[in-house]
């Protein structure tokens, strides 16, 4: 059996609760109490001792201006006429409705509670050297401390940017499924503290097929722009072990829209770079034979 999670964006409030639970049980220290410039944010990132990460996005979205509204003796008869409550009806001094304008243009926030995506396909494990990075029996991706080195060769193979040293030791450090409450039959401490249930735990397929339910009862109640992200895309990581419901373009929430691995395009910059030394050596001959003419 394969465990990850489902992380449903459309229920995270941001609390925090998650991102306190992992540190506390795994013992990671604080990142301190300081202004980034990144809104509520005070950790900003994931990293080798945050390994869970709330973002606060601010997502601005501008509304269409209301039209003008003719005269009318009654400033109800705005509403009866299709007006709403973003409408304002500006009164004469006859006490007539003269106009109609909406809601200064405002925005809304887009929280999601990122952690390691496990990926089926993870650079991090192709990468690792002395075979530190491992899949351990629940699925996970796991790095064994006592065996990493801190080469770092891991940190540039993740295409989320997961993966950090530890400044300390240079060792590697990322989310670890809390492997330890699952050997006990717990579930990971974020998960039991989210008090939304907006971060799931379980067996794999489960919770893809309460993921794609979700989306249908989205869809059903007007939520159009929800989608999955990370189950059944072709991508060179294929699909996550922990995934997420959104609601936005992948990039407002730091996520890449195709998540490649770096590795794969290693051969590409070998030949490339073969091609560049051939027509290099080519350039520099013809010269060497037009100065002995």
Known sequence: MVNG??????????????EVACKQWNQLPAEGYKLTGMSYDNTVALGATTWRHVAFIEKMESKPKLPMAKASPNPMQIAADGGGPGQLALLNL???????????????????????????NAGCLQACPTG?????????????????????????????????LQEEDGRA??????????????????????PTD????????????QARQRVTDLHTRGETQAYLYGV???????????FFLLTAEPGAYGL??????????????????????????????????????
């Open 198 to 209: 907006s971060i799931r735990f379980g067996d794999l397929d489960d919770l893809k097929m």
């Open 5 to 18: 999670f489902f992380t449903d964006t459309t229920l995270c409030i941001g609390c925090k609760a998650c």
């Open 94 to 120: 006859d006490g007539q409705a003269s106009l109609q304008v909406g809601f200064p243009d405002a925005g809304r926030w887009l929280m999601m509670s990122d952690v390691c995506k496990h990926c089926t």
């Open 256 to 293: 890449p829209q195709k998540p490649t691995l770096p590795q794969n395009r290693v051969g590409r910059g070998y030949l490339a770079s073969l091609v560049a030394a051939v027509a290099l050596s080519a350039v520099a001959a013809l010269s060497l034979r037009r100065k002995r003419r």
């Open 232 to 242: 059944d895309e072709e991508t060179e990581v294929g699909d996550l072990n922990a």
């Open 132 to 164: 530190a990075i491992i899949r351990n029996e629940f699925g996970a991706v796991y790095i064994q401390p006592d065996i990493c080195n801190g080469c770092g060769y891991c940190v540039p193979s993740c295409p989320f940017g997961v993966v950090a």
């Open 173 to 194: 450090f990322k989310c670890t499924l809390c492997y330890d409450r699952q050997k006990d039959g717990l579930e990971p401490a974020c998960a039991k503290a989210c």
